[in-house]
């Protein structure tokens, strides 16, 4: 079946360094990808979405790049915020489209 | 503004009790998501609604059951909760992309 992994349950780093959180998907097609991000005590929010086209998203300085030879679909940005703390979702979709696949999630811990 | 709304917010509960949690959403989306969400755990999927009285079971339906009678809204009932049933729940809906609700923080004593 459908699977997400994000190898990481913690990332802590100090503001202004590069982010890179991973996400590596099974599927048995090639699944729409989607990142969501959730603050403490909100809701989870959509960060990013693959595109079908191979083109880039980008969001809030956020990117992601969809690697279909290596199921990957890592986020990434160039240099850490305090506000980017959160709780990050990486969830494909299954083959019907109307389903994500939740992981457990990255917590990211931005640090002055 | 496309808005899901989850009632209530907070809510504590006796064991064998029942709950009812309601969400609505002003989007017409014919597809409707209940979650629970546990530290560690993440999103975990337990019904999915894809039209009014048109619900499968997600990855944990058990001690649940839904109900869905008008496209814009989604109930979640527990009969006689018990105290692992103590979460966060969010409903969401979607076209593709998924919206969801601020969360109801249940706690089960």
């Known amino acids: 079946g459908d699977s997400v992994t994000q190898t990481e349950g913690l990332v802590t780093l100090t503001e202004g360094l590069p982010v890179m959180l991973n996400c590596t998907y099974q599927?048995?097609?090639?699944?729409?990808l989607f990142w969501y991000v959730q603050h403490l005590n909100e809701a989870p929010k959509l960060l990013l979405k693959?595109?079908?086209?191979?083109k880039r998203p980008e969001h809030q300085g956020f990117h992601a790049t969809l690697h279909k030879s290596s199921s990957s679909f890592h986020l990434q940005k160039s240099s850490a915020q305090l506000s980017d703390s959160a709780l990050y979702y990486c969830a494909p979709a299954t083959s019907s489209g109307q389903k994500l696949v939740f992981g457990q999630g990255t917590i990211l811990k931005v640090y002055l | 503004d496309m808005k899901v709304t989850q009632m209530p917010r907070y809510l504590i509960k006796r064991m064998g009790e029942n709950v009812l949690l309601e969400c609505g959403q002003d989007m017409s989306h014919e597809t409707m998501y209940w979650y629970r969400q546990d530290p560690g755990l993440g999103l975990q999927l337990i019904y999915i609604s894809y039209d009014v009285d048109s619900n499968s079971e997600g990855d944990i339906p058990k001690g649940y059951r839904v109900s869905r009678k008008k496209r814009e809204h989604f109930s979640l009932i527990l009969d006689s909760a018990k105290t692992n049933q103590t979460s966060v729940y969010f409903c969401a809906s979607s076209t593709y992309e998924q919206y969801f609700g601020p969360g109801t923080r249940l706690t089960v004593l």
């Open positions: 599927s048995t097609y090639s699944p729409f």
């Open positions: 693959s595109f079908t086209d191979n």
